[in-house]
Nanobody, 123 residues
Framework: QVQLVESGGGLVQTGGSLSVSCVVR????????MAWFRQAPGKERELVAR????????NYEDSVQGRFTISRDNGKNTMTLQMNSLKPDDTGVYYC????????????????WGQGIQVTVSS
């Protein structure tokens, strides 16, 4: 049984910063490959950033490269997305996702999902 619990997010003006965090509740604990996805109204869910089990491999969607940083602390069972220089296009519901599998590129690769948390960037 794996549960992902997100926190953070909220409302910020253009150019501001926010962070979203995800706590992994799993017994027994074992690191999972993880990612943040987001979904804007009327749009498909898209991958924002992903991180491997050890945290040494990270990938970002082109539009967030250089502005967002994904990180994890396996000792605390948490993953965080730090978002800087936010733009209105970053608005959406952000989802934490995790997988037991070797592939972790597409949404269909992920086995577990958080409930989602709103991030709104005002212009």
């Amino acid at each position: 049984q794996v549960q992902l619990v997100e926190s953070g997010g909220g409302l910020v003006q253009t150019g501001g910063s926010l962070s979203v965090s995800c706590v992994v509740r799993r017994r027994p604990f074992a690191p999972l490959a993880m990612a943040w996805f987001r979904q804007a109204p009327g749009k498909e869910r898209e991958l924002v950033a992903r991180i491997n089990r050890s945290g040494n491999l990270k990938n970002y969607e082109d539009s967030v490269q250089g502005r967002f940083t994904i990180s994890r602390d396996n000792g605390k069972n948490t993953m965080t997305l730090q978002m800087n220089s936010l733009k209105p296009d970053d608005t959406g519901v952000y989802y934490c996702a995790a997988t037991n599998g070797a592939q972790y590129i597409r949404a269909t690769d992920y086995d577990y999902w958080g409930q989602g948390i709103q991030v709104t960037v005002s212009s």
